[in-house]
């Protein structure tokens, strides 16, 4: 039964008079005729509906299937097509180059411009799975090009177009939010990421050279200054700038000084000690700085003009009586360490660290027993070592130093939190500075020195002979290993070269031989201290453990010979002289 019988349906309650019935009939066909109207309306509306979801449906349908025809019909890339993106990308430049200058004031005229311009730049990304083909960027002008939409104006598209209400916005499933200047850096991150570059050297090679001329490093920090990092495109456009730094660094380690110079030194310590929150690119920061300074004296000489001494001073002070809170701010804590300790390496740095309290703030980090110890102690090592460090030396004795120095030498820390911090790395860098004390200290201050080797009962020569018999063991056992080593190759006929040599000795010093070589040092410094009571000590130990002088003597030996590689000769032969004179009173 349809809706109309269910409608016109009456149950026979009276018997009625046949007008009655007709007047009956005509009420139920009405009824009836409404109600087939009231379904058919609805009907009608679910169709529309149903045919909504259909169009909306096959026009997803239509969407993936030229998607996947494009994928399909995509062209395998080769010289010919990737010169015909790059036609395509220098026209679409020049058209929107041209339109910005016509109609400055006018965004309308030149978005659909900007929108082309942006999509030819990401498709751009695919010539990076093709370093071979880098030589047609330069030749063809599309390096000079991108370098030259570093400067784009500073447009938010999808603002504007959300403004001009764009008719593409609906459509395109893209929409643009970076600016063309982002796009840019995003591009050249990739195509300068250092595994790529290192499938095709010759590509590679042609490709910086290009960057390099067109002074990219300049560029990029002219970019990273009109950039807002609260905007998370921006930011990411601030690390990707970074990432194109790292990956020419690494691939052309002598660009590092051309780059400092560009103002990216200065924007590096402007960024570190911005009061902003921790970040990711606060990290990179530290870490692209790291890398800047490693093994180049200029970039070090430049850092300390621009006060960048004091600046990685001021952000270490925060972990002096507080620990980073995550692994990736102690990292940072890491890199700023090793950029103090790179440009200490430089004498000028080491008056500039002595004015900016650098010792003050070692020394109380010493004491406060937090993470940042274990590295504020290399810091220390660098800043006293060789005669450079004298300075140094007698200023950390003036602020009580040695109160602070020798209960780590007397007991190596038992956990040792920072992530690959030995126990013998911690010996080391603790040798290091009393050696360095007794090389540089004079007077009244290297008397209160020598007197800490007699305090109670020289127990500090105790412990000194104590770390003498734990790596001279460490030592035997791995030059016993190096003579089997040579042995077997003798055997076998191999020729023992000097670099073979070199990468013997170099595994004894990893092994041991240089604490050693300190220690031995330190002996050689307080016995020749006019101080009896300290020789009679070290000579009573040696000769109680069944050891001898001349292995001291053999070990400093040693230690003359190679001591002072990279400094120049007279430095050398007067150290050299130094400790063979200690040797003849030892």
């Not at 764009?166 to 195509?191: G, K, M, N, Y």
């Not at 002096?320 to 990292?331: C, F, I, L, M």
């Not at 016993?480 to 023992?496: L, T, W």
């Amino acid at each position: 039964m349809d809706v109309g019988e269910l409608l016109s349906y009456q149950p026979n309650r009276s018997t009625k008079r046949p007008r009655d019935e007709e007047e009956e009939e005509i009420k139920a066909r009405r009824k009836q005729a409404s109600a087939r109207e009231h379904g058919r309306h609805r009907e009608e509306e679910s169709a529309a509906l149903e045919e909504t979801d259909d169009e909306k449906k096959k026009l997803l349908q239509i969407i993936e299937r030229d998607g996947e025809e494009e994928d399909e019909e995509e062209e395998p890339l080769d010289e010919s097509s990737v010169k015909k993106m790059i036609l395509t990308f220098e026209k679409r430049s020049y058209k929107n180059q041209e339109l910005r200058i016509k109609f400055p004031d006018n965004p309308e005229k030149f978005m659909e411009s900007e929108l082309d311009l942006n999509d030819i730049i990401q498709e751009m990304h695919v010539i990076a799975t093709m370093p071979g083909l880098y030589h047609l960027l330069v030749e063809l002008n599309a390096v000079q090009s991108l370098l030259g939409l570093l400067g784009h104006d500073n447009t938010d598209i999808l603002q504007l177009l959300k403004q001009l209400s764009w008719e593409r916005l609906s459509t395109d499933f893209s929409v643009i939010s970076h600016h063309v200047s982002i796009a840019v850096v995003d591009l050249l991150q990739e195509l300068t990421d250092i595994d790529t570059l290192h499938e095709s050297e010759e590509g590679a090679e042609v490709l910086i050279d290009a960057l390099v001329e067109g002074q990219v490093v300049a560029l990029l920090v002219q970019n990273l200054e009109r950039l807002d990092e609260s905007v998370k495109e921006e930011a990411d456009g601030v690390h990707n700038t970074l990432g194109i730094v790292e990956n020419m660094a690494e691939f052309r380690p002598e660009m590092c000084t051309e780059a400092a110079q560009q103002g990216l030194m200065q924007w590096l310590l402007k960024r570190l000690k911005a009061k902003m929150p921790f970040d990711a690119n606060k990290l990179y920061c530290s870490e692209v700085l790291a890398i800047l300074l490693q093994n180049n004296d200029d970039n070090r000489e430049l850092l300390g003009e621009l006060d960048g001494i004091d600046v990685l001073l001021q952000q270490l002070s925060v972990f002096k009586r507080h620990n980073p809170s995550t692994a990736e701010e102690q990292e940072m804590m890491e890199n700023l360490f090793d950029s103090l300790c790179s440009c200490l390496m430089l004498s000028s740095n080491r008056d500039r660290f002595l004015k900016g309290e650098g010792l003050q703030l070692m020394n109380l980090m010493l004491r406060e027993k937090k993470i940042s110890r274990s590295s504020a102690l290399k810091v220390l090592d660098h800043a006293m070592i060789g005669p450079e460090g004298t300075d140094n030396c007698h200023k950390f004795v003036d602020i009580l130093g040695l109160r602070t120095i020798f209960p780590l030498f007397m007991k190596s820390p038992k956990k040792i939190k920072k992530v690959g911090t030995t126990e013998k790395e911690h010996e080391e860098h603790v040798c290091s500075i009393l050696a360095s004390l007794l090389r540089n200290l004079r007077g009244q201050q290297r008397t209160r020195l020598l007197n800490k080797f007699t305090e109670n009962d020289s127990e500090k020569v105790d412990r000194l002979m104590e770390l003498y018999f734990k790596y001279l063991d460490a030592m035997q056992v791995a030059d016993k290993k190096i003579d089997g080593e040579k042995h077997d190759m003798v055997r076998r006929g191999e020729i023992i070269d000097d670099d073979m040599e070199d990468e013997f000795y170099l595994r004894r010093l990893d092994a041991g031989l240089f604490v050693l070589q300190l220690i031995c040092y330190i002996m050689a410094e307080i016995c020749n201290a006019n101080v009896p009571q300290i020789r009679q000590r070290v000579h009573q130990i040696l000769n109680m453990r069944g050891s001898s002088i001349k292995i001291v003597r053999h070990i400093l030996k040693e230690y003359a010979e190679n001591i002072g590689d990279g400094k120049n000769q007279e430095f050398r032969e007067s150290e050299q002289k130094r400790i063979l004179d200690l040797l003849e009173n030892f």
